[in-house]
């Protein structure tokens, strides 16, 4: 019975993977641009976004979900996006949030004198952002991303709430055969992916440790 | 015709006037010195030079051209130009702390395609080794004493070839035992139509290295002239105050 059920789970384990690898392929960089709006000279901007990564932060990624998958057709009778989709999108604005504010806290965190340095050597606001500021950045914000990578990896299982299949779901769906130990096995899998993560993030913050400061 | 050219410069902050009006010329390969008290507005004044500031009144020109007029929207491109005109030695560094000591000095050539990366490389080890330090091209600035930084970041400001560079108190931050070696380095740029602007609390070293002296007082000049005109015989009462009270302090 091990190995069908080991092959299920892996089947269920490979549809969080998915969830996992695009969430962080779109909320990365979409972090970066509601960081950037949260932090605009331009304060309606600034405002609207601060607003919203409030109230994104501030509710539940499960009703989130419940919102983007039925809210248009319940609200403008549009057609509902595919399950997959509409979770990828409701991770996705929900992790962007989070990672703005890390993203934030790092790019505060930089010496006004390390930007003038920059400009005074006549470099342009982007090369200062991408050479000076954004790899300073990474290293000060490794810690909380590694932390909010792990609670990715263990949300994915919010997915199933409007039915997307993914680990927890195949554990479960044992239970109407009469085994419960499947369900338990798939802690298991979490355990290994967030082992394997966190000696991945163990290793790029040593990698990153050839300087200081 | 003067190099460097500043008008009227005045700057205020909210309702503190901090520059009331500051004309100076400065000649090609000249060393000006700035001297005076804290809050002054000496910073400010570099500070403006290099376009960290922006004033809210007058002009200033180099070589003839004006690079700014109080009023003038200026882009952001035009303002990065205008630049590349100054340099600016900061008095806590600011080195990268991400990237060695050739990487400091070779990212704004390398940047802005001031030569091939190869050459841009040669002209920075030929500086490092003007500033004493060929032999830590690879550390990191975490690795180096003050000093050493210091020199590092002038080297990296030197490495633009601007018409001015200024310095804003480049040993305040060093321990009195490191601030020779910077000052030694400073000295050795003079010459070779360096022009060079430094605010210093040095008065030894303002004397012995400067060609023009400017004493700052409550954000206008009180008094300028050359080192022998403002130390040894100053005429204006407040620099003569001034100068006394740096004796009784130093
Ligand atoms: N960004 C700013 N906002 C408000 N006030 C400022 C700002 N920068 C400088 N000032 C004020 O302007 C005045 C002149 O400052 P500045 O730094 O130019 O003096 P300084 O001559 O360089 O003094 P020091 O010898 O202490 O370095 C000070 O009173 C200072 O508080
Ligand atoms: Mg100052």
């Known amino acids: 019975m091990f190995i069908p059920v080991t092959l299920q789970l892996l089947d269920g384990f490979w549809e969080s993977l998915k969830v996992f690898l695009l969430t962080l392929a779109f909320s990365l960089p979409l972090g970066l641009i509601v960081c950037f709006g949260s932090m605009s000279k331009f304060s309606p901007l600034k405002a609207l976004i601060k607003c919203f990564v409030w109230v994104i932060r501030g509710t539940p990624l499960m009703l989130q979900l419940i919102i983007i998958f039925y809210g248009p057709g319940l609200l403008f009778d549009l057609p509902a996006m595919p399950r997959f989709t509409a979770t990828i999108v409701a991770f996705?604005?929900?992790?962007?949030?989070?990672?703005?504010?890390?993203?934030?806290?790092?790019?505060?965190?930089?010496?006004?004198?390390?930007?003038?340095?920059?400009?005074?050597?006549?470099?342009?606001?982007?090369?200062?952002?991408?050479?000076?500021?954004?790899?300073?950045?990474?290293?000060?914000?490794?810690?909380?991303?590694?932390?909010?990578?792990?609670?990715?990896?263990?949300?994915?299982?919010?997915?199933?709430?409007?039915?997307?299949?993914?680990i927890i779901w195949a554990g479960e769906s044992f239970i109407k055969k009469g085994l419960l130990w499947p369900l338990f096995y798939t802690g298991a899998f979490y355990l290994l992916f967030n082992g394997g993560l966190t000696l991945l993030f163990g290793y790029i913050e040593k990698k990153l440790n050839y300087y200081r400061g | 015709m003067a190099l460097l050219e500043v008008k009227n410069i005045k700057k205020s902050f909210g309702k503190t006037e901090v520059l009331k009006g500051v004309s100076?010329?400065?000649?090609?390969?000249?060393?000006?010195?700035?001297?005076?008290?804290?809050?002054?507005?000496?910073?400010?004044?570099?500070?403006?030079?290099?376009?960290?500031?922006?004033?809210?009144?007058?002009?200033?020109?180099?070589?003839g051209k004006q690079l700014f007029s109080a009023g003038v929207k200026y882009t952001d491109d035009q303002v990065r130009e205008n630049r590349l005109h100054f340099g600016l030695v900061f008095q806590n560094f600011n080195l990268f702390p991400h990237y060695n000591v050739l990487e400091n000095i070779?990212?704004?050539?390398?940047?802005?395609?001031?030569?091939?990366?190869?050459?841009?490389?040669?002209?920075?080890?030929?500086?490092?080794?003007?500033?004493?330090?060929?032999?830590?091209?690879?550390?990191?600035?975490?690795?180096?004493?003050?000093?050493?930084?210091?020199?590092?970041?002038?080297?990296?400001?030197?490495?633009?070839?601007?018409?001015?560079?200024?310095?804003?108190?480049?040993?305040?931050?060093?321990?009195?035992?490191?601030?020779?070696?910077?000052?030694?380095?400073?000295?050795?740029?003079?010459?070779?139509?360096?022009?060079?602007?430094?605010?210093?609390?040095?008065?030894?070293?303002?004397?012995?290295?400067?060609?023009?002296?400017?004493?700052?007082?409550?954000?206008?000049?009180?008094?300028?002239?050359?080192?022998?005109?403002?130390?040894?015989?100053?005429?204006?009462?407040?620099?003569?105050?001034?100068?006394?009270?740096?004796?009784?302090?130093?």
Not at chain 1, 111 to 139: C, D, H, R, S
Not at chain 2, 36 to 49: A, D, E, I, N, Y
């Open chain 1, 92 to 166: 996705a604005i929900n992790y962007a949030c989070y990672f703005s504010e890390i993203y934030r806290g790092g790019i505060e965190s930089i010496a006004k004198g390390q930007y003038e340095a920059g400009q005074v050597l006549g470099l342009t606001k982007g090369q200062i952002f991408f050479k000076i500021v954004l790899p300073q950045v990474i290293k000060r914000i490794m810690a909380p991303m590694s932390n909010e990578v792990i609670t990715l990896v263990k949300d994915t299982s919010l997915a199933r709430i409007i039915s997307v299949y993914e």
């Open chain 2, 106 to 250: 070779t990212l704004a050539p390398n940047l802005l395609n001031i030569a091939s990366p190869e050459e841009n490389k040669v002209t920075a080890m030929h500086l490092l080794e003007q500033v004493g330090l060929a032999d830590r091209a690879n550390a990191y600035p975490y690795q180096l004493s003050g000093g050493q930084q210091q020199r590092v970041a002038i080297a990296r400001a030197w490495a633009m070839h601007p018409e001015v560079l200024c310095f804003d108190e480049p040993t305040s931050a060093l321990d009195p035992e490191l601030t020779g070696e910077v000052l030694r380095v400073i000295k050795g740029l003079k010459g070779e139509d360096r022009t060079m602007i430094v605010v210093t609390h040095e008065m030894d070293f303002a004397k012995s290295v400067a060609d023009v002296i400017i004493y700052m007082a409550d954000g206008v000049i009180e008094e300028m002239g050359t080192p022998e005109e403002v130390f040894d015989h100053p005429k204006s009462e407040k620099t003569r105050a001034f100068l006394q009270g740096f004796h009784e302090s130093y």
């Open chain 2, 24 to 63: 100076f010329t400065l000649e090609k390969g000249q060393v000006l010195a700035i001297i005076g008290s804290s809050g002054s507005g000496k910073t400010t004044l570099l500070r403006s030079l290099n376009f960290l500031e922006t004033p809210d009144e007058g002009e200033i020109l180099v070589g």
